[in-house]
């Protein structure tokens, strides 16, 4: 099956740095990969997400990148403010197959931005 | 949002009880799923339905039991729990179809076992 790790489990930066949040998977047949954001006491939302046939996507100051042959995406958020604050979680999933639909999620990034 | 509701929001139960855990989703997603979200711990896929048939059960207790009566409703009835089952439970819905979309979560049961 599908194993997705994801790094750091912990990141600090200062408001208005960048972050990044790495993952990689290990079934070539996963084609979707979406990032989830957490905050305390609250649903994971859908942050952004990228399908296999493209390489990057940008929404405002949240990006996400996928490489295919290396089998890693990586979420970058710019000009990080104390509200990004929360746990973000990668994951994916393939669109056939008798796991068709389910999700495989990395164990998140605790993301602390300090003003 | 209130695409997928879950109830009650919080839950504190003897281990000796029987409880049940509801979520119901408005989005007209075919596919409805349980995960276990514990402290400092990752999401734990416990229960995949999809059309109401259950494709997946993750070596899951069985004091833990689903059930999915069609595909907006979604159970999970509890019996003799221990106290490590304590956790945040989340209910999450979507279309399970070749086209990849994304789940959708509920806010979740915050179970306490006493």
């Known amino acids: 099956g599908e194993n997705v790790e994801q790094h750091p489990s912990t990141l600090s930066v200062q408001e208005g740095d960048s972050a990044v949040i790495k993952c990689t998977y290990s079934d070539s047949a996963s084609n979707y990969f979406p990032w989830y954001k957490q905050e305390l006491g609250k649903r994971p939302q859908l942050i952004i997400d990228i399908r296999s046939n493209v390489g990057e996507k940008k929404d405002q100051r949240i990006a996400v990148t996928l490489n295919k042959t290396a089998k890693h995406f990586s979420l970058h958020i710019t000009e990080t403010q104390p509200e990004d604050s929360a746990v973000y979680f990668c994951?994916?999933?393939?669109?056939?197959?008798?796991?068709?639909?389910?999700?495989?999620f990395g164990r998140g990034t605790q993301l602390t931005v300090w003003p | 949002e209130t695409g997928v509701t879950q109830t009650p929001r919080h839950l504190v139960m003897g281990m000796t009880n029987k409880k049940s855990l509801k979520c119901e989703q408005h989005l007209g997603h075919n596919a409805m799923y349980w995960y276990k979200q514990s402290a400092k711990k990752p999401l734990e896929l416990m229960f995949v339905?999809?059309?109401?048939?259950?494709?997946e059960n993750n070596s899951v207790p069985s004091r833990f039991s689903p059930e999915c009566p069609n595909s907006s409703h979604l159970f999970l009835h509890l019996h003799t729990l221990q106290p490590e089952d304590s956790a945040l439970y989340l209910c999450?819905?979507?279309?399970?179809?070749?086209?990849?979309?994304?789940?959708?979560f509920g806010d979740g049961t915050r179970l306490s076992i006493l």
């Open positions: 999450a819905s979507s279309q399970a179809d070749r086209s990849n979309q994304p789940q959708h």
């Open positions: 339905y999809n059309f109401k048939e259950q494709t």
């Open positions: 994951a994916a999933s393939r669109d056939r197959g008798s796991t068709l639909g389910r999700l495989y």
